[in-house]
């Protein structure tokens, strides 16, 4: 189900780096997955963005659950907004 999704999935570690992601998340960032997996997701964040990652991941940790938006650039840098859920609490996009 995960490699099939037509929806982009990926799994992190708890620093924040790629292990796994799905065709459909290879295709969104623009790249191979030799190229996401093992990079935090911090060097794909639009810069602007970068200011909340530590206290929404505090957040994660603390409360268990959280989602929201996200931008990333791609290698010829478009800005591409993406939602994002962790595992064990739903998302509420839509």
Known sequence: MFARSANPISLLTLDRRYVAINRAGVTLLGRSRDQIVGRR???????????????????????????????????????????????????RGP
């Open 41 to 91: 997701i911090e060097t794909m964040l639009v810069p602007d963005e970068l200011g909340s990652v530590d206290a929404e991941w505090r957040a994660l940790e603390h409360r268990g659950v959280f989602d929201g938006e996200r931008s990333v650039l791609t290698p010829g840098g478009q800005r591409v907004v993406v939602q994002y859920g962790d595992a064990e609490g739903p998302s």
